[in-house]
C-alpha cells in the first residue's frame, strides 16, 4: 500500500493552507487607508456649518414634536436663535504653538467663561420658551434637553454604561 504524500509534503501543504489562511484574515486590515496627517485633530473638528446644519435639524425635530400653536411662535423664534448662534460660536479658539503653558490656560479659562455666559443665556431662553408651552410641551422641552449632550455610545450602547 502506497501512503499518496509523504510526512514533509503534508506538513508544506498545511503551512502552505495555514499562510492563505492568515493572509486572508489580516489583508482587510492592511488595505484600511493610514493615519490622517494632522491625527485625530482631524476626527475632532467640525466646522461651523456642519454644527449649524446639526442644530437646525435638532431644532426642527424639536419643534415637530412640541407641536407649536401660532402664540409659541415668537418664544420659538428667540430660542431658536440662540442655539443657533451657540452652535455657530462653539468653537474653541485654536490655541498658539508658541505660547507658554500659562498663557494657554488662560485661553482655556476665557472659553470656559464664556461658554459659561452662552449657557446662561440658553438658560434665559429655555425658560422663556417653557412659559409659553402647555405642560405636555413643556415634559417634551425638558426631556429634549436633559437628553441633548449626552454620550450614547459607551460601552454597551446604554447612557452611562459601565467603564472597564
Excluded at 21 to 50: F, I, N, T, W, Y
Excluded at 76 to 83: D, E, G, I, L, P
Excluded at 122 to 148: P, W
Aim: hydrophobic share 40%.
Amino acid at each position: 500500500m502506497k501512503v499518496p504524500f509523504t510526512v514533509p509534503v503534508s506538513r508544506a501543504i498545511g503551512a502552505l493552507t495555514l499562510g492563505a489562511v492568515l493572509a486572508a484574515v489580516c489583508m482587510p486590515a492592511l488595505s484600511q487607508p493610514g493615519p490622517h496627517p494632522e491625527g485625530m485633530k482631524a476626527h475632532r473638528m467640525v466646522d461651523e456649518a456642519d454644527r449649524v446644519a446639526f442644530a437646525q435639524k435638532r431644532l426642527d425635530r424639536l419643534a415637530g414634536r412640541l407641536e407649536l400653536k401660532a402664540s409659541q411662535q415668537a418664544a420659538w423664534k428667540a430660542y431658536s436663535q440662540v442655539v443657533l448662534e451657540q452652535a455657530r460660536r462653539m468653537a474653541p479658539p485654536k490655541p498658539d504653538d508658541k505660547a507658554d503653558a500659562a498663557a494657554v490656560l488662560r485661553e482655556r479659562a476665557e472659553h470656559m467663561n464664556q461658554r459659561a455666559r452662552q449657557l446662561g443665556q440658553l438658560a434665559d431662553a429655555t425658560a422663556k420658551l417653557s412659559a409659553a408651552l402647555s405642560a405636555e410641551q413643556r415634559q417634551v422641552l425638558d426631556a429634549s434637553v436633559r437628553e441633548h449632550g449626552r454620550f450614547h455610545h459607551r460601552h454597551g450602547g446604554k447612557p452611562g454604561g459601565e467603564r472597564p
